[in-house]
């Protein structure tokens, strides 16, 4: 196993309203890397090893023949070159290769041109209630979503055939710059601390790269080593007083902390500027 490196190491206090429940001691680690595998590299053709593009110090005479007092000229130029090899290589001898959990694949020109994937113009949008799945993989980009003047009608069906029905339209295959992705429409309920009033908006979400994702199994399974709940009666009862009476979250605490710090930071500032008048 690869040495794992955490992105934020602290503890997490779990709270019933006001309540604590646990304190986690633990540790963030990103769960998602660099598409692998299936991705797309160059490889040298006859041994299958990934090219590296290195720079080539390439010695000129400057002149010919006899005339060896003219001094010599240095060109550096990008070449591919393969580390396994030890070389050079020529831009024939430079192939596509797929690479997957057990090595390198080649592949052709022709077969490459197969895999290309053409803008589509028509996509259908299949409705499901909104399951574990989508939540699961999570969403790389979101996009609003809004009509043509010819067709107010379909979008007034869609909000609301949404919203009655608390589902999502799963689109399977949508090319969008140029980038093939899988994705929801949804119907999303802004709150009103973002623009300054209460939005319903319709969005497409395109999620995350499958192939970006990190296996959980790459981490160590903590879940065999849980020991038996010691106080498993007393948390039942926590539970039963307290579960009941669980508020929303506050959208006010949705902003970026960043934010919200400058946000107060300038407030500050200008109450004091009017204070000093
Ligand atoms: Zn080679």
Redesign the pocket.
């Known amino acids: 196993m690869k040495k794992l490196t955490a992105n934020w190491t602290g503890v997490i206090t779990l709270l019933m309203n006001d309540t604590p429940i646990a304190k986690l001691d633990c540790r963030l680690y990103s769960a998602t890397g660099n598409p692998k595998p299936l991705s797309l590299s160059q490889v040298?053709a006859?041994?299958l090893?990934a090219v590296k593009e290195t720079k080539k110090a390439k010695e000129q005479m400057g002149g010919k023949g006899k005339e060896k007092i003219s001094p010599q000229v240095t060109q550096v130029r990008h070449e591919p070159y393969?580390p396994?090899?030890g070389r050079f290589l020529k831009t024939d001898e430079v192939s596509r290769a797929i690479e997957t959990a057990t090595g390198s694949v080649k592949i052709t020109e022709a077969e490459f041109a197969t895999l290309a994937f053409t803008p589509n113009k028509a996509v259908t949008a299949k409705l499901f209630r909104s399951d574990g799945a989508v939540a699961a993989i999570g969403v790389d980009r979101r996009f609003y979503v809004l009509p043509r003047a010819t067709s107010l009608e379909a979008y007034g069906i869609v909000l609301y055939v949404l919203g009655a029905t608390e589902g999502v339209g799963f689109i399977e295959e949508v090319v969008i710059d140029e980038k093939p992705r899988v994705g929801v429409l949804r119907l999303l309920k802004f709150p009103k601390v973002l623009f300054g009033h209460e939005d319903k908006v319709l969005v497409f979400d395109a999620l995350i790269d499958t192939g970006s994702l990190k296996d959980p199994r790459g981490f160590p399974d903590c879940s065999q080593a849980i020991p038996a709940l010691a106080n498993k009666s007393q948390l039942d009862k926590t539970i039963n007083r307290l579960a009941g009476s669980l508020a929303a979250i506050d959208p006010e605490k949705c902003i970026d902390p960043r934010r919200q710090q400058l946000a107060m930071l300038a407030r500050k500032k200008i109450e004091e500027s009017i204070s000093r008048r």
């Open positions: 040298h006859e041994c090893t393969c396994k090899c």
